[in-house]
């Protein structure tokens, strides 16, 4: 079984640009998360996806972050202008539906805003 | 609002020897879900071990056990016989029915050989 698949994994822009990352989750998971983890902290999810309807996006930043999960599977994330906090990794999971269910992560796009 | 709390940025354990690293949180849900997760040195996170909250019995996976508290609000692991392997970025995390994933900020294990 194939993994979550993400891409790039490295990126470095500088601040004002923009950027995208790209998700492919598990085959058959309805639920998809994006998650950025500062050096040293833990994951804080940014959005949240069940199928192709946003779940709980209440930690993005609306104003530069922007995400998509077109037919329920892969899934876009953007940031537009970035900014030097957002230099980060960014990971995204899937799970079968929310809750209880294992999430699997993807290898992470390390960000570097300079 | 709902926290995750680990206190312990790093722990070491010597090779063979039993380690516990600490979890609380805080919560005014009834039902909600623990996990532990661990991320190697520049590899993929993954789960070591979930908890139901309405379930008193502790979950086992293996040399993995948790020692759950619920009127603590207290969520341990504990890994015995620890191995090299084990070496890693461990997270605590919890979600609730509302879906709301919510991460620790991590505890660094180091195995000593």
Partial sequence: EAGVAQSPRYKIIEKRQSVAFWCNPISG??????????LGQGPKLLIQFQNNGVVDDSQLPKDRFSAERLKGVDS??????????????????SSLVGGYYEQYFGPGTRLTVT | AQ????????????????????????????????????QPPSRQM????????YKQQNATENRFSVNFQKAAKSFSLKISDSQLGDAAMYFCAYTSGTYKYIFGTGTRLKVLA
Avoid: G
Avoid at chain 1, 29 to 38: E, G, K, N, V
Avoid at chain 1, 81 to 90: G, H, I, R, T, W
Avoid at chain 2, 46 to 53: G, S, T
């Fill in chain 1, 29 to 38: 998971h309805a639920t998809l998360y994006w998650y950025q983890q500062i």
């Fill in chain 1, 76 to 93: 876009t994330l953007k940031i537009q202008p970035a900014k030097l906090e957002d230099s980060a990794v960014y990971l995204c999971a």
């Fill in chain 2, 3 to 38: 926290t995750v709390t680990q206190s312990q940025p790093e722990m070491s354990v010597q090779e063979a020897e039993t380690v516990t690293l600490s979890c609380t949180y805080d919560t005014s849900e009834s039902d909600y879900y623990l996990f532990w997760y661990k």
């Fill in chain 2, 46 to 53: 993954i789960l070591v071990i979930r908890q139901e909250a």
